[in-house]
């Protein structure tokens, strides 16, 4: 099994910075691509930004110059800094990771169990 196990949303005021962590844990033998989706109220899931294993990142239009994404391959772990955040931003922040569990495997896509965040006007 695969578990990833976000931390670090809350509540915060308009132009306040929050950052964003995901573990990813179990039986793991290599992890390609890592995101952050988000979905706000009454709307669809959405991706916020993405990262290869060699580093190369992806952020939807919204979020760009305000958000980074990064990863720590030795900790499995992705991280979202996000910055001058609006209260459009609010939404539930959820990981996904490809991972590939062994050498004789194909990859698959796992999800965290999301974290909120919210920003206040």
């Known amino acids: 099994q695969v578990q990833l196990v976000e931390s670090g949303g809350g509540l915060v005021q308009a132009g306040g910075s929050l950052r964003l962590s995901c573990a990813a844990s179990g039986s793991i033998f290599r992890i390609n691509a890592m995101g952050w989706y988000r979905q706000g109220p009454g709307k669809q899931r959405e991706l916020v930004a993405s990262?290869?294993?060699?580093?190369?990142?992806n952020y939807a239009d919204s979020v760009k110059g305000r958000f980074t994404i990064s990863r720590d391959n030795a900790k499995n772990t992705v991280y979202l800094q996000m910055n001058s955040l609006k209260p459009e931003d609010t939404a539930v922040y959820y990981c996904?990771?490809?991972?590939?569990?062994?050498?004789?495997?194909?990859?698959?896509?796992?999800w965290g169990q999301g974290t909120q965040v919210t920003v206040s006007s």
């Open positions: 990262i290869s294993s060699g580093g190369s990142t």
């Open positions: 996904n990771a490809d991972v590939r569990r062994t050498i004789l495997t194909g990859s698959a896509g796992y």
